[in-house]
T-cell receptor
Framework: DTEVTQTPKHLVMGMTNKKSLKCEQH?????MYWYKQKAKKPPELMFV???????INESVPSRFSPECPNSSLLNLHLHALQPEDSALYLC??????????????FGPGTRLTVL | LAKTTQPISMDSYEGQEVNITCSHN???????ITWYQQFPSQGPRFIIQ???TKVTNEVASLFIPADRKSSTLSLPRVSLSDTAVYYC?????????????FGKGTHLIIQP
């Protein structure tokens, strides 16, 4: 199984809502990532978890809260988002460490719309 | 900040070979070069990775000159389904966000 799954596929939320995005992989990978991608722009790294510990936080606003309950699961909790946070949220995983040599396996993304 | 520069867009025709060049003038000794392909509303997909000289797999070749300041992704006999954005990433293993920083990418459009 070389798949990263993300749920939901689409999400519409109001600015006062609390919602969560979920990412799962069963490849035994020990690093997992969240990226944000706006239309016609490249993916931007948000968070990196390595061995279930937060290793990189790219100065992301606190209204985005990541969580890694176990090595197969990565969540992104959303609260009090702004319309400009509307984007495609991508999850990825790599075998061991993170950086420039491990192949990243990406999920299909969650299309988020904030009203 | 991305360590790479690529053409914003390229056009070609079915059956042609396409070469996309990426500049990475400040590449470090331990850095590898990795290319990803992305279709609209999908996650990027790994194509190929290399350190020096030439690497070939079932879908592409990667040419890296001796100074490693650039690299060229070569797609043989493209089809309409190769229309996508192609990203070149440069970074080393063992930690750090450099290899996780996407540049602007090259939008490749294949015409019949």
């Amino acid at each position: 199984d070389t798949e990263v799954t993300q749920t939901p596929k689409h999400l519409v939320m109001g600015m006062t809502n609390k919602k969560s995005l979920k990412c799962e992989q069963h490849m035994g990978h020990r690093a997992m990532y969240w990226y944000k991608q706006k239309a016609k722009k490249p993916p931007e790294l948000m968070f990196v978890y390595s061995y279930e510990k937060l290793s990189i936080n790219e100065s992301v606003p606190s209204r985005f809260s990541p969580e890694c309950p176990n090595s197969s699961l990565l969540n992104l909790h959303l609260h009090a988002l702004q319309p400009e946070d509307s984007a495609l949220y991508l999850c990825a995983s790599t075998h061991a460490g993170y950086g420039g040599t491990d192949t990243q396996y990406f999920g299909p993304g969650t299309r988020l719309t904030v009203l | 900040l991305a360590k790479t520069t690529q053409p914003i867009s390229m056009d070609s025709y079915e059956g042609q070979e396409v070469n996309i060049t990426c500049s990475h003038n400040n590449i470090a000794t331990n850095d590898y070069i990795t290319w990803y392909q992305q279709f609209p509303s999908q996650g990027p997909r790994f194509i190929i990775q290399g350190y020096k000289t030439k690497v070939t797999n079932e879908v592409a070749s990667l040419f890296i000159p001796a100074d490693r300041k650039s690299s060229t992704l070569s797609l043989p006999r493209v089809s309409l389904s190769d229309t996508a954005v192609y990203y070149c990433l440069v970074g080393e293993g063992g930690g750090g966000a450099d290899g996780l920083t996407f540049g602007k990418g090259t939008h490749l459009i294949i015409q019949p």
